[in-house]
């Protein structure tokens, strides 16, 4: 019984990471051709919506921010910015202009600034 609830604990948590939520994408069953994380790393830690477009080649054309815990700003262009990066297969059979709702998760960078660096030094 402890394992079996480990291993649901353990899924629940990587799902909650980020995923492919909704959208015309997830219906159509298109797949993802890179292996992109959904979890970046950023100035502070939290989690961001974003609508994608997809164009018949498979590269994302826009990302549009639906919804966020972030109140950072240059975190959530570092979200926009990698879900930029993803991409699908391609196909003419798909719409023109295919859309989908990722959630991307980000954790706040354990690597110290130089200026951080330079405070350590001194000591």
């Known amino acids: 019984m402890k394992n079996f609830l480990s291993l649901i604990f353990i899924v629940i948590s990587f799902a909650s990471l980020a995923q492919l939520i909704s959208g015309e994408i997830v ?11 959904f979890l970046v790393e950023a100035t502070a830690a939290g989690w961001a919506k974003y609508e994608l477009a997809v164009n018949l080649k498979g590269n994302v054309t826009s990302a549009r921010l639906i919804e966020t815990s972030l109140k950072s ?7 926009r910015n990698h879900a930029m990066g ?8 798909f719409p023109k202009f295919h859309h989908v709702i990722v ?11 130089p ?9």
């Open 73 to 79: 700003t240059p975190s959530k262009m570092r979200l």
């Open 27 to 37: 219906d159509d069953s298109r797949k993802m051709t890179n292996k992109h994380p």
């Open 103 to 113: 959630k991307i998760s980000s954790m706040k960078s354990t690597k110290l600034s």
């Open 86 to 93: 993803y991409t699908f297969e391609p196909g003419n059979h």
């Open 115 to 123: 200026e951080e660096e330079k405070l350590l030094e001194g000591l």
